[in-house]
């Protein structure tokens, strides 16, 4: 008891300091002196509550002594213990908000803005650019309004996440996607951009950063806009929205002494738009960064996602908000030779060789449209075939299906390898075909390990499996891993790692097709797995899987088909592999029924 009033004399003590800090914060604006005098008792108050705190400690360690020795007093005892711990929290929670509100004195939102939006905006522009012949040493960043042409989108019930049943109204210009409006007038609060893999939905997002970077009044709405946050889903860096904002504002904080929870408090009362790029590669870490953004009120936000995930939104969007989703339509043919142009303007310094790839190229795009179909239409596929033009000009075939762009893609790429080997003097007794053939099958194997694991960055386990493989073989992966993967620096803790990611998810599903029909190719043809461990190894991680169960008599049509929503994930997946089942068959006519079974799979 007499350490309960000890506790309420120095409560008394605490107050008077603190209405003295008060006083002194009345006129902070008026002199420094008294400003000088608030930071005073607002250091006594540090120190008072610092010994207040150990008081208190102290005083329930007493109590808690007192409960157990003294059973006849025990319920006096815990009823005081009760009144003291309130008593305490009472006076804690006043020491705080005192503090809190003295240290906002000491900034004004307006330059927190300012020192936030320089650090955003020198972050956006260099993430927000796009790289245009990513893997080769041609290749360059631009920025997206370089290569940016006439997206088209669906526009679609603006209360549908369904996969199916697009529903067409007006074709919405990429210009006005911040400008869209629901039944009441409201602008929607969250716009969700999908479409298959390549049809430009983060070259859209990145587009959409960086010109809240460099020119705000391209896009409608954005000059409204006070902070834009970019989240890039497949970042094993972040874990929370915590990371995100030490991300993007490594600065600000420091320079004005706010802890996380202030400057959080600070980006709450600001106009932010919020950009999620590739919510369908989502890890753990960015779910919850995604589901903790999306809790903040009157806030907008972008998503860009494949038709896969669109449902798996619809459970995290909180009831109050409205949402939109858009189709993006990628390149429609009358806008080829524009959008070839573009690329070719980064590709090609001479203007006369330009025009000549350009009205070859074009010439060659239209005789591809009816093999292709819309799938000419998605701008990863189209800046691939320019890209290979620009390379390998007088090679270049028309193409009739994706797979063979991608293994020209790889082919190239393998030659420029090679070419670099030999320039770093390896040892002239390596047969290099042989061993980047290797290296291809170990890239191809990892990639199916990744993609099953819904890896779209590799972890830290696969990239040390990948490099041990390479070792194992004696291949040098420094000198190729760059040609296949983007590489960046990112923290886990507060290590610096390394990190490995494909340069765009439609690689990662290629090289996926491209085991999957060396396996078939074995299993089918009835060669002997059993002595082979790599293959059992890797049947093993396929047996759940619903495509390589059905294409070998493990589960009927029937049971695949109840199965649409799984297999929607392997799309791109079962494209790539109808193309390459298609070579295959070339020489073995037992493929040419693989190939039948797998057109009909995901309604190609």
Not at 203 to 223: N, R
Not at 316 to 338: A, F, R, W
Request: glycine residues 4%.
């Amino acid at each position: 008891q007499n350490l309960v009033k000890e506790a309420a004399n120095a409560a008394t003590v605490i107050n008077n300091l603190i209405n003295s800090s008060l006083n002194a914060n009345t006129t902070i604006n008026a002199s420094a002196l008294a400003n000088t005098q608030a930071q005073t008792a607002l250091n006594d108050i540090k120190d008072a509550s610092i010994e207040f705190q150990t008081l208190i400690e102290t005083t329930l360690e007493r109590i808690n002594e007192a409960n157990t020795s003294l059973s006849a007093n025990t319920n006096s005892n815990i009823k005081a213990s009760m009144e003291f711990q309130s008593l305490a929290d009472s006076i804690l929670k006043t020491i705080h908000e005192t503090k809190s509100e003295a240290v906002r004195k000491k900034w004004n939102d307006t330059e927190v803005l300012e020192s936030a939006q320089s650090e955003l905006i020198e972050f956006l522009s260099t993430k927000c650019q796009v790289q245009t012949a990513e893997g080769f040493e041609g290749g360059c960043k631009a920025s997206p309004s370089d290569i940016m042409t006439e997206f088209l989108m669906l526009r679609v019930r603006n209360d549908n996440f369904s996969e199916k049943e697009w529903q067409e109204t007006d074709k919405i210009e990429y210009q006005s996607v911040l400008e869209l409006r629901s039944r009441n007038g409201k602008y929607f609060d969250i716009v969700v951009l999908t479409g298959q893999g390549g049809m430009g939905k983060t070259t859209l997002s990145k587009y959409i950063g960086w010109v809240f970077a460099t020119d705000p009044s391209k896009i409608k709405g954005l000059t409204e806009v006070d902070l834009v946050l970019y989240l890039e889903c497949r970042n094993l860096g972040i874990k929370c929205f915590d990371d995100l904002l030490k991300l993007l504002f490594p600065e600000t904080p420091k320079k004005f002494q706010m802890d996380l929870e202030e400057f959080k408090s600070f980006i709450r009362r600001q106009n932010v738009l919020t950009i999620i790029d590739g919510y369908d590669e989502v890890h753990p870490g960015t779910e919850q960064a995604v589901s903790e953004i999306f809790q903040l009120r009157n806030k907008r936000f972008i998503v860009s996602t494949r038709p896969r995930s669109l449902r798996n939104i619809r459970y995290l969007v909180p009831d109050d908000k409205e949402s939109i989703t858009m189709q993006l339509l990628g390149i429609l043919p009358e806008h080829y030779e524009k959008f070839v142009l573009k690329l070719l303007n980064i590709l090609v310094e001479d203007e006369e060789q330009r025009k000549k790839i350009c009205k070859e190229l074009v010439s060659q795009l239209r005789n591809m449209i009816t093999k292709f179909g819309t799938f000419l239409n998605s701008p990863m596929i189209l800046t691939n075939i320019t890209h290979l033009k620009v390379e390998e000009p007088d090679k270049m075939k028309d193409f009739s299906n994706t797979t063979e762009v991608y293994e020209a893609l790889r082919r190239l790429k393998i030659g420029k390898v090679l070419k670099r080997l030999v320039q770093s003097k390896v040892s002239a007794d390596t047969d290099l075909e042989s061993m980047i053939a290797k290296f291809m099958e170990i890239y191809d194997k990892i990639a199916v390990k990744a993609f099953i694991d819904y890896q779209y960055e590799l972890s830290k386990e696969l990239v040390l499996e990948l490099i041990g493989e390479c070792q194992k073989h004696c291949i040098p992966h420094e000198q190729i891993m760059s040609t296949f993967f983007s590489t960046h620096i990112y923290h886990d803790g507060c290590l610096p790692v390394t990190g490995y990611k494909y340069f765009h998810l439609t690689e990662q599903e290629f090289s996926f097709a491209k085991y999957l029909g060396m396996l078939i190719e074995k299993v089918i043809m009835n060669e002997s797995i059993q002595e082979d461990a790599e293959i059992l190894e890797m049947t093993c991680i396929l047996k759940n899987n619903p495509i390589w169960n059905y294409l070998t008599g493990s589960i009927t049509e029937h049971e695949l088909n109840q199965d649409k929503h799984r297999i929607s994930r392997f799309r791109n997946v079962v494209l790539f592999l109808v193309g390459e089942i298609a070579r295959l068959s070339q020489s073995k006519k037992i493929f040419k029924k693989l190939a039948d079974k797998l057109i009909g799979i995901v309604g190609i």
